[in-house]
């Protein structure tokens, strides 16, 4: 019997690698119909067995259960892909795309032993770090950033209800795959504006 925080871990893996793919397939002259059945199909396969495990184990087991902010940031992208939302404004997007890569630069070289000190123990329920991620969803909401303000709101809610078997705040927050995103997005980022120039 699977518990529920390897179900929770299991079904974002298996979120995460089907709705990729239908954004992927997006791109081709495929219709709305015919990618909700791609990624429906691909999501109950990941979840079904394959040997002892389901399917969605074997990459869950390299990379980690991902951040509720990853599951949020595939979900909108599916959702816009969908024609739902408005469109983001650029400066918007980077922005908004800053804040998981300085988390990152925050969290994991000092983590890695950088240093001696290690902002992974805030994660722990430091309530200085509780107190942070408030004013900085505050700051979103002012900045017109709705996702950031959402995905830390449900990043908090997750962890206190204990969804995954990890027990620090950082885990719901960001992960490895959202920081390599966030960099190489922020990074193409001037380079699509120059094209658009022309």
Sequence with gaps: MINPSDLCGLGGVALTIAGTLVLMLGRLPFSRRVLLGVGTLLFVLLLLPFGDLPLAAYPRGMVGDLSISTLLLVLYALARRGGLGAPVDP????????????????????????????????????????????????????????????????????????????????????????????????????????????
């Design 91 to 198: 400066a918007r997007r980077l922005l908004a795309l800053l804040i998981p890569v300085l988390g990152a630069l925050l969290l994991y070289p000092l983590a890695l032993g950088a240093a001696y000190y290690d902002p992974y123990r805030w994660g722990f329920g430091e309530p200085a770090f509780l107190g942070s991620l408030l004013v900085l969803s505050l700051l979103a909401i002012a900045a017109r950033l709705p996702l950031v303000a959402v995905a830390i709101s449900l990043a908090v809610l997750a962890w206190a209800a204990g969804v995954y078997e990890s027990r620090n705040l950082w885990d719901y927050l960001l992960d490895p795959l959202l920081a390599l995103y966030a960099f190489a997005a922020c990074l193409r980022a001037p380079f699509a504006r120059r094209a658009k120039a022309y």
